[in-house]
DNA sequence: AATAAAAATGTAATCATTACAATTTTTATT
DNA sequence: AATAAAAATTGTAATGATTACATTTTTATT
């Protein structure tokens, strides 16, 4: 199940994947991978920025953008465009789609399966990536503007 | 089908539509809704703009944007988010799909059903928009790359 | 410890988009 | 046709995300 996988084991297993890739497992990186495997809510590199420089003041942004370009670059991490100017990154790579609601803002993951869609239509055509996702506004969201509306009118 | 509507029948029901919204068919809107019409290999704002500023210099790029809003709000025209950072514009709204070469940089339009997918996990959920795309290579570009091949190898 | 390679940093630049005040055009009313 | 109000358009400056790049720091190897 998406999203169900403990962190430890995501985060040693890309761990792995670096170093095959002989790229250095320095504290800064493992950082970054960290954050993203601890905030599954498809985070910003701001967000990560943020989030990190509690812990770590003297991480840069660029070091940042370095590193989610590294793991994006060996498919570790995925990007997602929902909204218009404004990355999102993504470590679950599994075969899913989302939902961005845009009254609250969250990302939802939705189970669905991509791998299947259009096949026929893009037979001659090398797909590396599929992306499917969904705007409109959340369950929660919409239960609350309801019981404002109770409230209001 | 999708992109086989004649520009003219796309391009009249749109100005119904805006009269029908209040909204006055200025010139300037309707240079760049007959853009759009024409050209309708998703452009982003500026390639709207470049093509637009030899007939008419004095078109502003704020106009471009605001005209681009407002076609939005009243769902004349969809945004397209496969890129970071770069924002397209379909006039094209009828269900459907895109395909991202990575190569030429072409999106190419990919028949698909999409108002079907995801029904149940979202069921509580309001969904106004499905966005489905596809990155890879195209056809067209994995040809020419093993022309290319023979010829260096 | 010396050296070379890799990683990380801060600053400045870039690029798309937006904010906004000023100007021009259009529309409705007289 | 004159006029006032509303709408549209403009140019400039600001914003915000991302990238470029030169410099500094860290790491691995001898």
């Known amino acids: 199940m998406i999203g169900c996988d403990p962190m430890n084991s995501?985060?040693?297993?890309?761990?792995?994947?670096?170093?095959?890739?002989?790229?250095?497992?320095?504290?800064?990186?493992?950082?970054?991978?960290?954050?993203?495997?601890?905030?599954l809510d498809?985070?910003?590199?701001?967000?990560?920025?943020v989030n990190l420089h509690k812990e770590v003041p003297s991480l840069s942004k660029t070091t940042i953008y370095n590193t989610l370009h590294t793991l994006v670059e060996i498919g570790l991490v995925r990007t997602l465009n929902i909204e218009a100017n404004k990355t999102r990154y993504d470590i679950i790579t599994e075969d899913h789609g989302h939902f961005g609601c845009q009254t609250c803002g969250r990302i939802f993951n939705v189970n669905i399966e991509l791998e299947s869609l259009a096949k026929g239509e893009l037979s001659g055509f090398n797909i590396w990536e599929r992306n499917l996702y969904f705007k409109g506004i959340c369950q929660k969201c919409l239960l609350n503007k309801n019981k404002n509306r109770e409230v209001v009118y």
Chains 1, 2 share one sequence.
Do not use: G
Not at 28 to 38: A, G, I, M, S
Not at 42 to 49: E, M, S
């Open 42 to 49: 498809h985070p910003t590199a701001d967000q990560i920025f």
């Open 10 to 39: 995501r985060y040693s297993r890309a761990t792995q994947q670096l170093k095959k890739h002989n790229i250095r497992l320095s504290n800064r990186r493992l950082k970054v991978l960290e954050c993203l495997c601890n905030k």
